[in-house]
């Protein structure tokens, strides 16, 4: 795809602008409370864009309007059930109670709740989940970077082309859109930390929403408007029939039947992403007040009900108007962007993309850096240390972390396997991290050693579900990950009970203000969790 | 291994494949419901907790009635 001078010019403006306003949040950063929780200044409204701007990746939009053109809008589950439900228990029940608890991280407040094992060994399955896919998120999307915009052998007079491939080789030229993100991730991220983060994923969500609305706007026209569109798609023949169905039936022999939608997606994986993923609540744990957390993650819900037609519905513009040309459903958005948008235009989606890019790989080097501070080397290698030393640390790490994920990014090409076992290590632990949470957040009879079982058997049962799967076919589903995901979380929340019910109660001076009940009493709960978490 | 899986986990689902999508709908409505009267059922007090002031438009459970509304539309149309 050949862009433009006037393409160019946005995004170079686009890209130039993000680092400036991510470095200058850097005077502000005078703590490890400023870099890692934004000094916990952080209102409402940018909470609440940048929890969506951070879940939006540039991936989503490629792989949502992929499965859109294949399955229809029962993808769109995702992000409506997926995600809203969610969100309205996390503002009233779990954020309050998480940013009273005063805590940096999901594993900090386990250990809390629970003991320093819970949290050592969910600090270090989330630490290597996140530091681990770094590597992968570059790859992927430079990899479709480079479909859009091939690097041309004499960029700089061939010294790019000079440097670049005596180190990568053939894939000199993804390699260049890797560096030209992590570059600006780089910068902003490890000076600026979560202030940063956040209000340049701010700028960022606001040209996703101008790009994708323009681009639906101008295939809705093509294709006659939603009636148009679905009497084109009801008319390509019997198995598109189901194309605008959100729920599919249970023989279905796509992923998605309803009981996984409802019981995968819905009670386990959309709640266990929104309500313990570090990465996403970071945020929310920076907010300037309790209230401001509550409302920050409603308004991701308000500006979250859009995301599924800004990213499903090109696919399914895609597939009206071109099925038959689009051999690989996951090329429909690229190609709609190719055949339909004018000069300009093309320029604002590339920056769509970078800007989904870069607000999801920042987010997670910020999270990844506070994970691998807070709750590995403070808590079992340096304790005593001063504050500045573990600023230094936290900037060095997010520093180290986008080094790494550039070093690793060409070796996930050679190696399938390793983002297929990264994807399948999060399905393992999303189900009894959910489990731990629920329970240690609502149920003040939950205890540690319950939680330690829970935690336990829920990784035995995804993983063994898992084998058997790959074994002897017990799913009727090709990829049944929505189902491993809710016995794992079944499982976890029995063995959690049981043993919680069989041990002896935690007293309550060790949970106060960490159960929702009981942080929800009085404000004495603040002052004593703060005594605790400063000693 | 796959009949004790069939006769456990895949019987569960099939089970559940007797509940026609209508009905999947009308479960799902309720389950929207539920998540709005838990805000509801909150003291006023801790819906308005950090704020400075309590205009209505800072109470969050008309915020949540908003988005749920918002979602349960594609629901019922779909």
């Given at each position: 795809?050949?862009?433009?001078?006037?393409?160019l010019f946005?995004?170079g403006?686009?890209y130039?602008?993000?680092?400036i306003?991510?470095?200058?949040?850097?005077?502000y950063?005078k703590s490890?409370?400023?870099f890692?929780?934004?000094?916990?200044m952080?209102p409402?409204?940018?909470i609440?864009?940048?929890?969506?701007?951070t879940?939006?990746?540039?991936?989503d939009?490629i792989?949502?309007?992929?499965?859109?053109?294949?399955?229809?809008?029962?993808?769109?589950?995702?992000?409506?059930?997926?995600?809203?439900?969610p969100?309205?228990?996390?503002?009233?029940?779990f954020?309050?109670?998480?940013?009273?608890?005063?805590v940096?991280?999901?594993?900090?407040y386990?250990?809390?709740?629970?003991?320093?094992?819970?949290?050592?060994?969910?600090?270090?399955?989330?630490?290597?989940?996140?530091?681990c896919?770094?590597?992968?998120?570059?790859?992927a999307?430079?990899?479709?970077l480079?479909?859009?915009?091939?690097?041309?052998?004499?960029?700089l007079?061939?010294?790019?082309?000079?440097?670049?491939?005596?180190?990568?080789?053939?894939?000199?030229?993804?390699?260049?859109?890797v560096?030209?993100?992590?570059?600006?991730?780089?910068?902003?991220?490890?000076?600026?930390?979560l202030?940063?983060?956040?209000?340049?994923?701010?700028?960022?969500?606001?040209?996703m929403?101008?790009?994708?609305?323009?681009?639906?706007?101008i295939?809705m026209?093509?294709?006659?408007?939603?009636?148009?569109?679905?009497?084109?798609?009801?008319?390509?023949?019997?198995?598109f029939?189901?194309?605008?169905k959100?729920?599919?039936?249970?023989?279905?022999?796509?992923?998605?039947?309803?009981?996984a939608?409802?019981?995968?997606?819905?009670f386990?994986?959309?709640?266990?992403?929104?309500?313990?993923n570090?990465?996403?609540?970071?945020?929310?744990?920076g907010?300037?007040?309790e209230?401001?957390?509550?409302?920050?993650?409603?308004f991701a819900?308000?500006?979250?009900?859009?995301?599924?037609?800004?990213?499903?519905?090109p696919g399914?513009?895609?597939?009206?108007l071109?099925y038959?040309?689009?051999d690989?459903?996951?090329l429909?958005f690229?190609?709609?962007?190719?055949?339909?948008?004018?000069?300009?235009?093309?320029?604002?989606?590339?920056?769509?993309?970078?800007?989904?890019?870069?607000?999801?790989?920042?987010?997670?080097?910020?999270?990844?850096a506070?994970?691998?501070?807070?709750d590995?080397?403070?808590?079992?290698?340096?304790?005593?240390?001063?504050?500045?030393h573990?600023?230094?640390?936290?900037?060095f790490?997010?520093?180290?972390f986008?080094?790494?994920?550039?070093?690793t990014?060409?070796?996930v090409?050679?190696?399938?396997?390793i983002?297929?076992a990264i994807?399948?290590f999060?399905?393992f632990?999303?189900?009894?991290n959910?489990?731990?949470?629920?329970?240690g957040?609502?149920?003040?009879?939950?205890?540690?050693k319950?939680?330690?079982?829970?935690?336990?058997?829920?990784?035995?049962?995804?993983?063994?579900?898992?084998?058997?799967?790959?074994l002897?076919?017990?799913?009727r589903?090709?990829?049944?990950?929505?189902?491993?995901?809710?016995?794992?979380?079944?499982?976890?929340?029995?063995?959690?009970?049981?043993?919680?019910?069989?041990t002896?109660?935690?007293?309550?001076?060790?949970?106060?203000?960490?159960?929702?009940r009981?942080?929800?009493e009085?404000?004495?709960?603040?002052d004593a969790?703060?005594?605790?978490?400063?000693? | 291994?796959?009949?004790?899986?069939?006769?456990?986990?895949?019987?569960?689902?099939g089970?559940?494949?007797?509940?026609?999508?209508?009905?999947?709908k009308v479960l799902?409505?309720?389950?929207?419901?539920?998540?709005?009267s838990i805000?509801?059922?909150?003291?006023?007090?801790y819906?308005f907790?950090?704020?400075?002031d309590?205009?209505?438009?800072?109470?969050?459970?008309?915020?949540?009635?908003?988005?749920?509304?918002?979602?349960?539309?594609p629901?019922?149309?779909?």
């Open positions: 795809m050949a862009l433009s001078n006037i393409d946005i995004i403006v686009y130039v602008g993000v680092i306003l991510g470095t200058y949040y850097t005077r950063v490890s409370s400023d890692f929780l934004a000094g916990k952080l409402w409204w940018a609440g864009a940048s929890l969506v701007a879940d939006i990746s540039a991936l939009y792989a949502a309007s992929g499965q859109g053109y294949k399955y229809g809008i029962v993808i769109m589950n995702f992000d409506w059930l997926g995600c809203l439900p969100l309205v228990l996390a503002a009233f029940l954020m309050p109670t998480l940013w009273r608890a005063g940096y991280t999901i594993p900090e386990l250990g809390l709740r629970y003991n320093n094992a819970v949290r050592g060994i969910q600090g270090l399955l989330w630490g290597v989940f996140l530091a896919n770094l590597g992968i998120m570059f790859w999307t430079g990899l479709m480079s479909e859009f915009i091939p690097i041309p052998d004499h960029l007079f061939g010294s790019v082309k000079a440097v670049l491939e005596p180190i990568w080789h053939q894939h000199w030229q993804i390699m260049v859109h560096l030209i993100v992590a570059f600006a991730v780089a910068i902003y991220t490890s000076s600026g930390g202030s940063a983060v956040v209000m340049t994923d701010v700028v960022q969500l606001v040209i929403f101008v790009g994708s609305i323009a681009i639906i706007i295939g026209v093509h294709v006659g408007g939603l009636s148009g569109l679905e009497h084109r798609i009801l008319g390509l023949g019997a198995n029939q189901n194309h605008f959100l729920f599919l039936p249970i023989d279905s022999p796509s992923p998605y039947p309803w009981p939608i409802i019981f995968g997606l819905a386990v994986l959309a709640p266990a992403y929104w309500l313990g570090q990465a996403i609540i970071q945020r929310t744990l907010a300037q007040s209230w401001d957390a509550k409302a920050g993650t409603l819900g308000l500006l979250h009900a859009l995301i599924p037609i800004m990213i499903a519905v399914l513009v895609g597939l009206a071109y038959g040309e689009i690989n459903p996951d429909a690229p190609h709609l962007v190719h055949r339909l948008l004018p000069a300009g235009l093309t320029g604002v989606i590339f920056a769509v993309f970078l800007a989904a890019l870069m607000s999801t790989v920042s987010a997670v080097v910020d999270s990844a506070t994970l691998w501070t807070r590995i080397y403070k808590q079992f290698i340096a304790p005593h240390q001063s504050d500045r573990y600023l230094t640390l936290g900037r790490l997010t520093f180290f986008v080094v790494c994920g550039v070093a990014a060409p070796v090409n050679y190696f399938e396997s983002y297929q994807q399948n999060l399905t632990i999303q189900g009894p959910l489990a731990l949470l629920v329970f957040v609502l149920w003040k009879r939950t205890t540690g319950g939680a330690l079982a829970g935690l336990f058997t829920g990784l035995a049962t995804s993983i063994g579900l898992f084998t058997l799967h790959r002897y076919h017990i799913f589903q090709d990829d049944p990950f929505l189902y491993i995901a809710w016995w794992s979380f079944f499982c976890s929340s029995v063995a959690t009970v049981g043993v919680s019910l069989l002896k109660p935690p007293p309550p001076e060790k949970i106060r203000g960490l159960v929702f009981l942080a929800l009085d404000r004495e709960v603040q969790l703060k005594k605790r978490i400063e000693g | 291994m796959r009949a004790v899986w069939d006769a456990l986990g895949n019987g569960v689902i089970v559940l494949g007797l509940i026609p999508l209508g009905g999947v799902v409505a309720l389950w929207f419901a539920f998540l709005v805000g509801f059922m909150l003291p006023r007090s819906i907790e950090g704020t400075p309590q205009h209505w438009w800072r109470d969050v459970r008309y915020w949540a009635l908003i988005v749920i509304a918002l979602e349960l539309i629901y019922l149309y779909f």
